[in-house]
Nanobody, 118 residues
Framework: QVQLVESGGDLVQPGGSLRLSCAGS????????MRWYRQVPGKERELVAR????????AYLDSVKGRFTISRDNAKNTVYLQMNSLKPEDTAVYYC???????????WGQGTQVTVSS
């Protein structure tokens, strides 16, 4: 059974920091590209950050460059999103996504709410 379980979402003040975690199981985590998406009501889900299977390549949405860092620990089957200098416009539900290249399948977590507000 495939599972992606996100955690770490919270209410934080502008300028604050959060670290999201996503623990994967039931699929070839170390052969999967991992991504963080976010979505606000009434808008399309947008790709925030992605990391290659070995962690050597990362990419970011322009609006989060320099503030967010994606990383992974394949020994723990976990991907992280460190979010610094948070802004109200970062408020969204954040979703973890895995693309398993060994069988060309795509998986999603249930999402975790991040709210940036004073």
């Amino acid at each position: 059974q495939v599972q992606l379980v996100e955690s770490g979402g919270d209410l934080v003040q502008p300028g604050g920091s959060l670290r999201l975690s996503c623990a994967g199981s039931g699929f070839a985590f170390s052969q999967s590209s991992m991504r963080w998406y976010r979505q606000v009501p009434g808008k399309e889900r947008e790709l925030v950050a992605r990391i290659s299977s070995a962690g050597g390549t990362t990419a970011y949405l322009d609006s989060v460059k320099g503030r967010f860092t994606i990383s992974r620990d394949n020994a723990k089957n976990t991907v992280y999103l460190q979010m610094n200098s948070l802004k109200p416009e970062d408020t969204a539900v954040y979703y973890c996504n895995a693309y398993d290249y060994s069988i060309f399948r795509d998986y999603w977590g249930q999402g975790t709410q991040v709210t940036v507000s004073s």
